[in-house]
């Protein structure tokens, strides 16, 4: 009985088969989403960017900076490319743990950089301050690059859309902690590692949370 | 059967596919049959149930259509289609799970007679019935009553087979079922 429902099934499926173009290589199109997020935060960026005050927060510790610039970017970039190859089927799931090494020396940097300013006298602030305001600007950030995003990995319709929506939001989260690196006019604080982790955990958290709205399930 | 053998089917798997992508009717009819020993393998081995097994199957045969796009031709085959069949595995036994732990079947509950001979339908009766009853529709209507409310497909799934859109499908699936309540209450089974 079901052997007859399933040949019923597939000769309707073939008499309706409708041509489809193969999408491109799930590199190409991580690619081409990070092009237009690198140009978008990079017009940002010259508009509005601060390089004074962050050559003067960062001085005689410029590669402390460039190891967290880097690692902040490696983590946005490989969560994304690690996205488009999970929005695949048959893709290594090995992708899903891509970006958390990155991930994890992105915090260790941070971390050892709020210990060295307490070594130079800057004290224990346990205040949250401006810090607030780095929540909102990653949080707004993210908020504005998630949709464009969403709108590529859905495409795929992907069969498990929760690991691409989590591996999204932390790519268009750390994508927006980098940005703000040009525009945080203090040095950073335990606390604000502290609110930075959480405005990062909010973003993956909705950007999962809305996986079976905003990516089309297969 | 080995994985050498469903390596060498992996080559002409990938052609049959890839002519699909282009439209070809009958490249996509073989490769869908061709696939099914393999899918219904690893559904076999996931699932638990024969019957639960079979549903995957055709479950997979739906999202194979949706993701076939997905495909990127040269690449080998088994992996994507293997990637789904587990996939729908996971999903069908958590669904049951669920349907399960929410759900008691109860042979008896379905007995309205105290005779059991009473219980038991016509022969012919219920393809009459069915017949009197869609008379009238229209053959989208007949065909969203027959996907939506007899073979209790989903939306999504009945608008792959049939071609509509999710949102024609519900308004034939409201009006064929307004016009069969019409057709019911006038011409009441003799």
């Not at chain 1, 970039?77 to 891509?98: E, H, L, N, T």
């Not at chain 2, 049951?96 to 759900?103: L, M, T």
């Amino acid at each position: 009985m079901t052997s007859l429902r399933t040949d019923s099934l597939i000769d309707r499926l073939a008499a309706g088969v409708a041509p489809v173009r193969p999408l491109p290589a799930p590199e190409l199109r991580a690619l081409m989403a990070l092009a237009t997020i690198v140009a978008t935060a990079a017009l940002a960026v010259a508009w509005f960017g601060d390089f004074a005050e962050l050559r003067n927060r960062y001085s005689g510790r410029e590669t402390h900076l460039a190891l967290e610039m880097a690692a902040i970017l490696a983590t946005a970039a490989i969560a994304i490319v690690a996205a488009f190859f999970v929005s695949i089927p048959g893709r290594s799931k090995r992708w899903i743990a891509a970006p958390i090494p990155f991930f994890a020396g992105w915090l260790l940097v941070t971390g050892l950089g709020c210990y060295g300013n307490l070594g130079r006298g800057g004290g224990v602030e346990w205040e949250l301050g401006e810090s607030l305001h780095c929540l909102a600007f990653i949080v707004a950030t993210s908020a504005a690059l998630a949709p464009l995003l969403v709108w590529r990995l859905a495409c795929a319709r992907p069969i498990d859309p929760l690991p691409v929506a989590l591996l999204a939001g932390l790519g268009v989260a750390a994508s927006s902690a980098f940005v703000l690196q040009f525009f945080h006019p203090f040095t950073v604080t335990f606390i604000d590692l502290a609110v930075h982790l959480t405005a990062i955990l909010v973003v993956v958290g909705t950007v999962g949370l809305l996986n079976r709205h905003t990516l089309v399930r297969a | 059967m080995t994985s050498n053998r469903w390596h060498e089917h992996g080559d002409r798997w990938g052609e049959l596919l890839a002519a699909a992508q282009r439209g070809d009717s009958e490249a996509y009819r073989d490769f869908l049959r061709a696939i099914i020993p393999f899918v219904r393998g690893i559904a076999r081995r996931r699932c638990w149930s024969e019957q639960l097994s079979e549903d995957v199957v055709q479950d997979v045969l739906l999202t194979v259509h949706r993701v076939r796009h997905t495909y990127q031709p040269g690449r080998p085959v088994e992996p994507w289609l293997a990637a789904i069949v587990v996939r729908r595995s996971i999903d069908a036994i958590r669904k049951r799970g669920r349907i399960g732990a929410k759900e008691v079947f109860n042979e008896l509950a379905y007995e309205t007679f105290a005779d059991p001979g009473a219980n038991e339908p016509l022969d012919g009766d219920a393809p009459r019935t069915l017949a009197r009853m869609t008379r009238g529709l229209s053959q989208g209507q007949q065909e969203a009553i027959e996907l939506v409310k007899i073979q209790e497909l989903t939306l999504a799934e009945a608008s792959v087979i049939s071609g509509q859109s999710i949102a024609s499908l519900k308004v034939n699936v409201h009006r064929a079922m307004k016009k069969l309540r019409l057709n019911l209450s006038k011409d009441p089974p003799a």
